[in-house]
């Protein structure tokens, strides 16, 4: 299996802020990454697709970059409604991973 | 707009067969993958498998011998089936949509295994 690993595991970051997530796989997976929202209490939400394709209705401040084993997420301009726990995960081969999550919080 | 909704026993004793289905509303289930991913608490999400329209499945080689899916298109339903459960199974248990990557998801459901 590939094993997905990300950075940091929380942050705290003012609004307004650029904020920066990474994913690292165990194995090329060239672009074959997807990256969630997921907020308390609600179902998670795709964002980026295929590492850098941001989902259909997504806000633009998301966005995504990578290939092969290292992989970046980035919100631009941190606001309110983003505090939620990012996740990532791949889509190179069965079974699908995910990364253990990066807390995002606002000062 | 499709929507996804979870169901099934909130408790469920060890040793025994934990059983949810999800329901899909808003639009037909045909031609698409059905997935079950959970959640244990503080813990990462895991691919438990998907089925197809068709009935075909792929499941979590982690999971395989416990693990069986199936689709009811006239009901607009798939379902999960996970025998021998033990405290390890306790989880928040979603539905989702895809092949490859999820959307839309349910808002999971909590199964909790304990006597």
């Known amino acids: 299996d590939i094993q997905m690993t990300q950075s940091p595991s929380s942050l705290s970051a003012s609004v307004g802020d650029r904020v920066v997530i990474t994913c690292q796989a165990s194995h090329d997976i060239r672009k074959n990454l997807n990256w969630y929202q997921k907020k308390p209490g609600k179902a998670p939400n795709l964002l980026i697709h295929?590492?850098?394709n941001l989902y259909t209705g997504v806000p633009s401040r998301f966005s995504g970059g990578g290939s092969g084993t290292d992989f970046s997420f980035t919100i631009s301009n941190l606001q309110p409604e983003d505090i939620a726990t990012y996740y990532c995960q791949h889509s190179d081969y069965f079974p699908l991973t995910f990364g253990p999550g990066t807390k995002v919080d606002v000062k | 707009q499709m929507q996804l909704q979870e169901s099934g026993p909130g408790l469920v004793k060890p040793s025994e067969t934990l059983s949810l289905t999800c329901t899909v509303s808003g639009a037909s289930m045909k031609n698409y993958y059905w997935n079950w991913i959970r959640q244990p608490a503080g813990k990462g999400l895991e691919w438990i498998g998907h089925v197809y329209t068709s009935g075909i499945t792929n499941y979590n080689p982690s999971l395989k011998s416990r693990v069986t899916m199936s689709v009811d298109m006239s009901k607009s339903q798939f379902s999960l089936r996970l025998n021998s459960v033990t405290a390890a199974d306790t989880a928040m248990y979603y539905c989702?949509?895809?092949?490859?990557?999820?959307?839309?998801w349910g808002q999971g459901t909590l199964v909790t295994v304990s006597s």
């Open positions: 295929d590492a850098s």
């Open positions: 989702a949509r895809g092949y490859d990557r999820f959307d839309p």
